[in-house]
């Protein structure tokens, strides 16, 4: 009998028997559990009663049981599935969640850097953030043109043309001919834009 039960059970899962005597009768109730469900709705489950002589409870027992349980212990698989599924969903909701909050935390802290001209700092804050969305095009960009700007005599392509230092205006002018310098000085500085930066600065994907 008890390879039988056996078989009728998943890992984890229990098969409760209460007996009772009244007369020359037996009453087997069965009742399947899992330790791994914690629906309330797993307790709700009606136990199955059995009555008869022990020698007909030896014969038809577990051909009586068989099906009842099968199905029970099924209910209580699926449930045990979903619990884990949804224990995983909130995991990575939260986990994408916390992983948003920290990127637009360094970008913040990158831009109030930048405001205050502190381009290392801004660069490291940038860097975490960038570690946290790696595909991020934007934070790539910010972070090129923040070390361009470390890097004297570099061109600063966020700059607009009334912003530029002269000292900035004369080492363009290195690079220009004679004869287009004018015409590129009255160039509008969106040119200087890559394709696809915007100045909304959309950082989180």
Do not use: H, W
């Not at 998943?10 to 899992?34: A, H, Q, R």
């Not at 599935?81 to 360094?106: G, H, L, N, Q, V």
Request: charged content about 30%; glycine content about 4%.
């Amino acid at each position: 009998m008890f390879t039988e039960i056996s078989n009728l059970l998943n890992d984890g899962e229990m098969l409760y028997l209460n007996i009772l005597k009244t007369g020359e009768s037996l009453v087997v109730t069965v009742l399947p559990k899992s330790k791994g469900v914690k629906d309330p709705a797993a307790e709700q489950l009606i136990p199955l009663n059995l009555k008869g002589s022990p020698e007909e409870l030896d014969s038809g027992f577990i051909e009586a049981i068989c099906l009842p349980v099968q199905k029970s212990t099924s209910l209580m698989s699926n449930m045990a599935e979903y619990e884990k599924s949804a224990e995983k969903a909130a995991e990575e909701s939260k986990a994408e969640k916390d992983r948003k909050d920290t990127i637009s935390k360094y970008v913040k802290e990158a831009e109030t850097a930048e405001k205050a001209n502190k381009f290392k700092e801004a660069i490291t804050a940038y860097t975490k953030a960038l570690e946290l969305n790696p595909n991020n095009i934007k934070i790539k960009q910010k972070i090129s043109a923040l070390k361009m700007k470390l890097n004297g005599g570099c061109l600063d392509i966020f700059a607009s043309a009334q912003e530029k230092t002269p000292t900035e205006k004369t080492e363009e002018s290195l690079i220009l001919d004679d004869d287009d310098a004018d015409d590129d000085e009255n160039e509008s500085d969106s040119s200087y834009y890559p394709d696809g930066m915007s100045q909304d600065n959309p950082f989180i994907n």
